[in-house]
């Protein structure tokens, strides 16, 4: 694992030396800059990275969330790197549960995603931690007001109890878009509303779970990170097009509500953006298939049971 000699956010804008293949698979300097300044240790003084370092600095196999039909290239990488076995454990696909069916919030939802076209909608979501700034948040309304289209956005406007920092929708926003689009800012049921015919897309931080769920139902997918690994899930994302990241500044990663607007209805809409729609349902074939994802959570299990034997 030694013999990483990057110290700077812009040497981590290039994809690094060990991988063998061309690939733009990178973070972007506001990603990685991001990422420096907040890798700080908690009351123990240990930063998260060094935990995540030792932990595989002393494991005998890795387990990954991905399977090789999708990256196979990748996998192969993480097992040089680490120089120990790692294994793919599907995709791990989530189930709506069968109570939230029967909830009024959803009846609500079904009723409004009902009223509009197939595969119209833009589902808007980031995930449980987070959260736009107020600027990042006033150009992502104005620009799905601009877009034309209808949209369902659950939106956070806070991250836990302690966060005091409140956002705020542009004046009148809601009253302008009122009938094509929904401001949702409680717990939504993502799978129902990502499996809904009326839905065709979703704006996604590219958080894998949410990138799971969006594509086993055929979502195209526009994406818009914020932390942490989700720089580096867009480019995979990007490279494979199966995703369109809207344009940002490098250095601040800065965007207007027109890059928002022009993102989602090149995806949703417009000629050129048909790769996405089309990859979205190729895609749909291998992460939807929960018989050919489970066997590879059975296979590492099987492999834990031999490993249990042999040192037993």
Excluded at 17 to 34: D, L
Excluded at 119 to 139: C, D, I, M, R, W
Aim: proline letters at 4%.
């Amino acid at each position: 694992m030694g013999g990483d000699d990057r110290t700077n956010p812009e040497d981590f804008t290039v994809p690094p030396k060990w991988v063998p293949f061309p690939s733009n698979v990178a973070y972007r300097y506001f990603e990685i800059k991001n990422i420096f300044d907040s890798v700080t240790g908690d009351v123990s003084g240990v930063n998260d990275l060094f935990r995540f370092g030792s932990s595989i600095k002393d494991c005998d196999v890795v387990a990954v969330r991905s399977c090789s039909e999708f990256e196979p290239e990748w996998i192969q990488v993480v097992e040089t790197i680490y120089g120990k076995p790692v294994f793919p454990v599907g995709q791990l696909l989530t189930t709506a549960s069968n109570t939230d069916e029967e909830t009024d919030t959803w009846r609500w939802m079904k009723e409004w995603l009902d009223k509009q076209k197939k595969n119209s909608v833009v589902y808007v979501a980031f995930g449980s931690e987070a959260k736009p700034s107020q600027t990042q948040l006033t150009e992502l309304a104005l620009g799905l007001e601009l877009s034309e289209l209808p949209f369902f956005w659950v939106l956070r406007t806070r991250r836990g109890s302690e966060d005091t920092e409140l956002v705020e929708l542009p004046e009148g926003f809601e009253e302008r878009t009122k009938g094509r689009g929904v401001v949702w800012t409680s717990w939504a049921p993502q799978l129902q509303i990502l499996g809904h015919d009326s839905v065709g897309g979703m704006l996604s931080h590219s958080g894998w779970s949410s990138v799971v769920e969006a594509v086993q139902f055929e979502r195209a997918l526009i994406l818009l990170t914020f932390l942490a690994d989700q720089g580096i899930n867009a480019r995979v994302l990007e490279e494979k097009q199966i995703g369109y990241s809207i344009p940002r500044d490098e250095r601040d990663g800065s965007f207007t509500r027109n890059s928002v607007a022009e993102s989602v209805k090149l995806v949703m809409i417009k000629e050129e953006g048909q790769i996405y729609r089309n990859m979205a349902k190729e895609m749909k074939v291998l992460f939807g298939d929960r018989v050919r994802q489970d066997l590879y959570v059975d296979n590492f299990l099987d492999h834990l049971k031999k490993e249990a034997t042999i040192t037993g």
